[in-house]
């Protein structure tokens, strides 16, 4: 069921099935993990329709008018530049799952409250709250246009009623709060129920404001303002285990944030040298340890990753661990440093091990052991033979991202053509999958995707060359105890859960 623009309720909603991650059959086996995939059947929940910017100045109109034509949503000259998801993230409960895009909106979408006549709504997501977090920009000193594109999203910690979360495009770091509102004061003495001031003659009265009951309002309300600390764009930020302070990097620096504090920042890492003309590689992704607030790691574009500990020294450039894969000499191409840059950095949910992706490979590796990783998935080796047409097109540039389960039992990520991959760290079994809106017909089975390298294609397979590069999988999320998942293709946001039996 598809949650059409402007609606922040959908009727009934038809339960499809995903899985299970096997044919008809019964083979391959199908995928495990230890929160519980039971048989891996896993079910469409929901694919949900990013609201566009006329869905949405629909919604301030009449936010009572539910119905809109489908072919609204068959029809892809909707679908901006702007509308694209940019980055996609569940926060700490796994009760809302927040979105940004290009066009510098959130929108925040909330888990459905199971109800006693409708048990099989539990894993569907309604809109929440949508707002504008970044505006586009220009630097007048650079003569350099900001972009409004949503870069990440991370949630802080639930402390009270109200949600906050930190978003960030390339420039600027916004703290926003997110809380719903259903009373209104009313009775004041110094203005009218207009709100406009009253003439103090003409108060004879003392009168004691009151509380009305009003329709529930979601408001968002940026609390702080993060700006002027990077010269290079932002590819990542990463909220620290204390929960007071936050990390910020960009191309060539990181740097450190206290949540109280807007107007001053810590520099941590500074990798620029002094002859820009010298420069090697730069700072691709970064993020803190979950546990230990002193510790965090950093990747870069040479497909290294430095571990550091503040506790060493207030500037962190020279690392306390350096782990790096040997390059095998006989796979050495003129490829090889642009698909070896490391575009995701992930600890994994116990902080003993390490996830990164680079173009072609996911890799996990443990925090002992700094020589070679001690697991590595290809993601989508056929493209290997294709690597001069992927860099003319420039999708050999494309930065995937990489997700944990809650159990760090099974880990995924996505590729081309709508295709994302699940690999199963125990039983080594992995599976690709697809999101589209093709084979989501209601309690249809998806059988796993298998591309054809060369040879004679079976019937269920697709040929390489068959492949389609526009549409690609950047951005998932995995919920932090469920095995729910979000899948991002273009402006389409797909949730998945496993079959509960």
């Given at each position: 069921m ?50 566009t ?73 309604n ?37 906050f ?12 709060k ?24 003409t108060i ?7 509380l ?99 506790r ?109 991959r ?28 298998k ?13 390489v ?37």
């Amino acid at each position: 069921m598809v949650l059409q623009p402007g609606e922040r309720h959908c009727g009934d909603w038809s339960h499809r099935r995903l899985g299970p991650w096997c044919s008809p059959t019964g083979s391959p086996a199908p995928l495990s993990c230890e929160t519980g995939c039971g048989e891996g059947t896993w079910i469409l929940v929901c694919r949900l329709l990013v609201p566009t910017q006329v869905s949405l100045l629909s919604m301030e109109e009449d936010i009572d008018t539910r119905k809109i034509n489908n072919s609204f949503l068959r029809d892809h000259s909707y679908a901006t530049e702007a509308d694209i998801i940019s980055t996609v993230e569940f926060n700490h409960t796994g009760e809302l799952l927040a979105t940004g895009d290009k066009g510098g909106r959130v929108v925040i979408f909330q888990r459905e409250q199971e109800s006693k006549n409708q048990v099989h709504r539990r894993g569907e997501y309604n809109v929440y709250s949508t707002f504008q977090s970044h505006e586009p920009e220009f630097d007048y000193l650079k003569s350099l246009e900001i972009e409004e594109k949503i870069n990440k999203i991370r949630w802080l910690p639930q402390q009270n009623a109200a949600y906050f979360l930190l978003s960030t495009n390339d420039k600027t770091v916004k703290l926003w709060k997110v809380s719903e509102r259903d009373k209104r004061p009313e009775g004041y003495n110094l203005k009218d129920e207009e709100g406009r001031l009253r003439d103090p003659a003409t108060i004879t009265t003392l009168r004691v404001p009151v509380l009305r009951p009003m329709d529930l309002m979601v408001e968002a309300t940026p609390r702080r303002v993060f700006a002027n600390a990077h010269t290079y764009h932002i590819n990542s930020i990463s909220v620290n285990s204390d929960y007071e302070t936050y990390m910020s990097a960009d191309d060539l620096r990181i740097n450190l944030w206290n949540f109280e504090i807007t107007n001053q920042s810590f520099n941590i890492v500074d990798i620029k040298p002094a002859n820009m003309e010298e420069l090697t590689e730069v700072i691709t992704a970064a993020e803190f340890h979950p546990h230990h607030c002193n510790t965090f790691v950093y990747s870069s574009s040479k497909g290294t990753i430095r571990l550091c500990d503040m506790r060493a020294s207030a500037l962190c450039d020279r690392h306390t661990k350096f782990f790096e894969e040997p390059e095998d000499p006989s796979n050495r191409s003129f490829f090889s440093e642009i698909i070896s840059s490391i575009s995701d950095v992930k600890f994994s949910h116990s902080g003993r091990y390490i996830m990164t992706r680079d173009y072609l490979t996911v890799k996990v590796w443990d925090l002992n052991m700094e020589n070679r990783p001690i697991e590595t998935y290809q993601v989508h080796d056929y493209l290997r033979s294709k690597l001069c047409s992927l860099y003319e097109n420039d999708c050999i540039f494309d930065k995937f991202e990489c997700v944990w389960n809650g159990s760090d039992s099974v880990i995924m990520t996505g590729s081309y053509n709508n295709f994302f991959r699940m690999f199963d760290r125990n039983t080594k079994r992995d599976v690709t999958l697809e999101a589209s809106r093709e084979n989501s017909k209601p309690r249809a089975i998806l059988k796993p995707r298998k591309v054809c390298v060369g040879g004679k294609r079976r019937k269920d397979e697709i040929s390489v060359d068959s492949l389609d590069f526009s549409k690609k999988i950047l951005h998932t999320a995995w919920h932090p105890s469920e095995n729910i998942i979000a899948v991002a293709a273009t402006n389409n946001l797909y949730i998945f859960q496993d079959k509960v039996n």
